[in-house]
C-alpha cells in the first residue's frame, strides 16, 4: 500500500477563497483522522471519521471548516471562506478502529493563505 | 480528554541510550499508552504502544510504571535519524481518538 496519499502538497490561495484538502486512507482502515499543525499550536485534532461518520468534530474551529467522508477511500477538509489565520499544515491519518491500533499519517498539505 | 506531561526537550549524544519520560497523571484503568513521533518535515509516526507490561519493538522499548502514572519510552542508541519529537498520549480502550500535546524535541549530538 501507498499509504495515507494527501493532495496537494502544497496550496496557496488568496483569502476569502474556497480550499479543498483531500485525503485517500489505507486501504482497509476504517478510522480517518484530520489534523492541523502550527508553531503556535501544535498539533490539533479537528475532527475524525469511523466508518465513514464522524465521530468527534469538536475541534473544528468555527463553521468555515468542514469536512466529508463519502465513502471509505476519499476524505475532505473544506475552508470556505479562507483566512490568513488558516495557514498551518493539514495533516489526514488512518488506522483501523481500537486502542491498539497505530495510525499511519500522510505527508501533509502545506496550506498559505495571503 | 486525558493530559499527559512531558520535559520540552532532551539532548543526547549519539549512540548513547535515551529515556524520555511522560506523565499519565489523568489515565484511567483502561486507557491504553502510546508514543509517536514526528521527525522534521514529516507527518507523526507509530513507535510503540503498551497497557501495562514493558514492551519491545524495533524501534524502542517502552517501561511502564506499576500504577501506570508514568511511562518511558527508550531509544537504546539514538542515531542522528532519532532527533524528532516524540509524543505520549493515553487512548480510551473504547475508541482512538488520538491527541496530541507539547511532546520533547530530541536533538542527537554527533
Known amino acids: 500500500d501507498a499509504g495515507v496519499i494527501q493532495s496537494p502538497r502544497h496550496e496557496v490561495t488568496e483569502m476569502g477563497q474556497e480550499v479543498t484538502l483531500r485525503c485517500k486512507p489505507i486501504?482497509?482502515?476504517?478510522?480517518l483522522f484530520w489534523y492541523r499543525q502550527t508553531m503556535m499550536r501544535g498539533l490539533e485534532l479537528l475532527i475524525y471519521?469511523?466508518?465513514?461518520?464522524?465521530?468527534?468534530d469538536s475541534g473544528m474551529p468555527e463553521d468555515r471548516f468542514s469536512a466529508k467522508m463519502p465513502n471509505a477511500s476519499f476524505s475532505t477538509l473544506k475552508i470556505q471562506p479562507s483566512e490568513p489565520r488558516d495557514s498551518a499544515v493539514y495533516f489526514c491519518a488512518s488506522s483501523l478502529w481500537g486502542a491498539r491500533a497505530e495510525a499511519f499519517f500522510g505527508q501533509g498539505t502545506r496550506l498559505t493563505v495571503v | 480528554d486525558a493530559k499527559t506531561t512531558q520535559p520540552n526537550s532532551m539532548e543526547s549524544n549519539e549512540e548513547e541510550p535515551v529515556h524520555l519520560p511522560c506523565n499519565h497523571s489523568t489515565i484511567s484503568g483502561t486507557d491504553y499508552i502510546h508514543w509517536y513521533r514526528q521527525l522534521p518535515s514529516q507527518g507523526p509516526e507509530y513507535v510503540i504502544h503498551?497497557?501495562?507490561s514493558n514492551v519491545n519493538n524495533r524501534m524502542a522499548s517502552l517501561a511502564i510504571a506499576e500504577d501506570r502514572k508514568s511511562s518511558t519510552l527508550i531509544l537504546h542508541r539514538a542515531t542522528l535519524r532519532d532527533a524528532a519529537v516524540y509524543y505520549c498520549m493515553n487512548l480510551k480502550a473504547a475508541g482512538n481518538k488520538l491527541t496530541f500535546g507539547g511532546g520533547t524535541r530530541v536533538l542527537v549530538k554527533p
Open positions: 471519521f469511523n466508518n465513514n461518520v464522524p465521530i468527534d
Open positions: 503498551g497497557l501495562t
Open positions: 486501504s482497509g482502515h476504517n478510522s
